[in-house]
Nanobody, 126 residues
C-alpha cells in the first residue's frame, strides 16, 4: 500500500505562484513515475505533469508548459509542482499520483496511475 499526501494549495491572485508538494509513504519504490493531475468543478480529471523516477524525463500538458515545473526530492519519494504565472483557469483540486508499472515511459491517462492523494485546492482569483 502507498499513501500520498499533498500540501501547498491555497488562494492566489492571477499572475502569482504556488508550490505544491506530495510525499509518498508506505510501500514506495523509487522507480515509480509520479504525476500531478487536476480536476475543476464539472470537468474531468486532467493530466498536468509527470516525472520519471530518475528525474531526467518530464512531460507537461500544453496548458501549463512554460509556467509549471515538476521536480523530485533527493529521496525520490517526494514530488513538487512549482506553478508560476497562475491563471484563473488553473483553479482546480490538484492530485498527486503514482504509476506503479515501473515503466520508463510517461503515461497521461489517469487509469495508468494506481495510487492517488486526497487532493489540494488551488484557487486563482482574477
Amino acid at each position: 500500500q502507498v499513501q500520498l499526501v499533498e500540501s501547498g494549495g491555497g488562494l492566489v491572485q492571477a499572475g502569482g505562484s504556488l508550490r505544491l508538494s506530495c510525499a509518498a509513504s508506505g510501500r514506495t519504490h523509487s522507480s515509480y513515475t509520479m504525476a500531478w493531475f487536476r480536476q475543476a468543478p464539472g470537468k474531468e480529471r486532467e493530466f498536468v505533469a509527470a516525472i520519471t523516477q530518475s528525474g531526467l524525463s518530464t512531460y507537461y500538458a500544453d496548458s501549463v508548459k512554460g509556467r509549471f515545473t515538476i521536480s523530485r526530492g533527493n529521496a525520490k519519494n517526494t514530488v513538487y509542482l512549482q506553478m508560476n504565472s497562475l491563471k484563473p483557469e488553473d483553479t482546480a483540486v490538484y492530485y498527486c499520483a503514482i504509476d506503479t508499472r515501473q515503466s520508463t515511459a510517461i503515461s497521461t491517462p489517469p487509469w495508468f496511475y494506481s495510487y492517488w492523494g486526497q487532493g489540494t485546492q488551488v484557487t486563482v482569483s482574477s
